[in-house]
């Protein structure tokens, strides 16, 4: 964060890094999670008859076949135009899509007739390009089932294409991490065999681990979840071991949106632990001198992933 004449080389660098992992891995991330989603769509035709019987048992026994639904209509509709639509509660639906329930306080009577009002939209505005037997009245064929599955799972991935590419992203960033301390003995341990993350023993890691705060006034107890926490081999005088936060994006508007996301984080770890707490991003992609510029002002160090050997300099 105090070398700003190396952040333009080290962002053209970061780029190209994400870049090239984007072109060689993202499309195979991306097709792994059409075909599972195409086994879930296939499921869902089971279960509605090949979308010929879209009964309120069914939605209510199934209610995570909802978005399923919603990308086999023409056009796919949203959440919302599903809501406005078929003139229901938005509770239900969100309930249904989100948590995966229908929530137990709705009387049962409004259930069915609510669960009724959706198949009768979604028959109405069922894709018959995709799904043809439903104008032709015929019995599909396997062939056929299987390309109207791969269409609509094509559609479920386009809608949250992002979030499969970050993920994909994030477990290679936190193999990459995991690879490099491994290398120099360290050793990987599970968050749940952590009781107190200032007590983790000297020259281990772990992933996803709950760092508990208190906010403002002392009355309210919330955890931050940390990507990697590192003990290293000689413990800081805090006693606290590094905390790390994955960080990597395909485009510079995004970053910009969520800069502030770590400095809320480091500024709640500060109040709580003192202003010695290491906090440091592992960047990946396109971080621009904007954004570095913010979170070096706000104290915010970090590591470019296409220069992982800078963690020594953390005392790793």
Known sequence: ??????WKTDVALSVDSYNDWFMRFAPKAYRETRKETTKQVESALRLTRNLTDISPNTLKEHPEILPILRMATAPPIARDRLIGLASISSNL??????????SPKMEEVTVIEELCKIGTLILKLADVDIFPWLENEHQPL??????????????LCGAVAD????????RRQLATIRHWLEHRGYKHVKPASVAEFHEMQVETFAFHLNVPVLLEGG?????????IAIMPKKKAQNGLPILVECKSAGDYTNTNKRRKEEAVKIAQLRANYGKDVCFILFLCGYFDSGYLGYEAAEGLDWVWEHRIDDLAE???
Not at 1 to 6: E, V
Request: proline share 6%; net charge positive.
């Open 1 to 6: 964060m105090d070398k700003p004449h190396l």
């Open 93 to 102: 639906v969100r309930n249904m899509e989100l948590n995966q329930r229908i």
């Open 314 to 316: 953390f005392g790793l």
């Open 163 to 170: 979030p499969i590419v970050r993920n994909a992203q994030e």
């Open 142 to 155: 396997e062939s056929e089932i299987h390309r109207a599955a791969t269409v609509v799972a094509d559609r």
């Open 219 to 227: 009355r309210t107890k919330i955890n931050i979840p940390i990507d």
